[in-house]
């Protein structure tokens, strides 16, 4: 049973490595500032993809039960998720997470080109200037909202199940 989830984290992560790869190839030929909103989207997703993994983790089961027991549509889908609470983590921190981190580091060495193109300015200082951009948003941000979401990690739970459960529909 053990060999199946690794297998399908692997063909999950490699799909959706394959898709965002080729997106990612495809903005190369875009303008610099399409190119900066697509580096900061991809950045924030797996940002707020580890925010739910890790809220995922902290959140008790008790106030969504709680929740259920009064019909509230969504609580089901909050179970569901802190019942499968490693595996939600998993995909949402080292699945979600590692591929924005990969597409951002791509998107990264685009930018890092286009700038020095664009600006005459030296591939190695554009190069670090934007990798310690992307380093420092993504390392603070993750930082930040992890303190959020271990304080606020059944708020967080709740808005995740009730995505999830417009999803199932």
Known sequence: MKNK???QVFVI????????????SYLSDLNLVILIM????????????????????????????????KKMKEASSCIYLLKNSTKVSSICNDIVGDICGIISG???????LFLSLKTNMSLLIATILV?????????GGKA?????????????????????????K
């Open 106 to 112: 791509s998107l990264g060495a685009t930018l890092s």
């Open 38 to 69: 697509v580096l900061l989207l991809v950045i924030s997703i797996g940002i707020l993809f580890d925010m739910v993994g890790v809220a995922v983790l902290t959140a008790k089961e008790a106030p969504f039960h709680a929740r259920n027991s």
């Open 144 to 168: 930040y909202f992890k303190v959020i979401a271990t304080k606020q990690s059944d708020a967080i739970v709740l808005i995740a199940g009730k995505i999830l459960h417009i999803f199932k």
């Open 131 to 139: 990798t310690s951009f992307i380093s420092g948003l993504t390392v």
């Open 13 to 24: 992560s490699f799909l959706l490595s394959a898709i965002f790869s080729g997106f990612s």
């Open 5 to 7: 989830w690794i297998l």
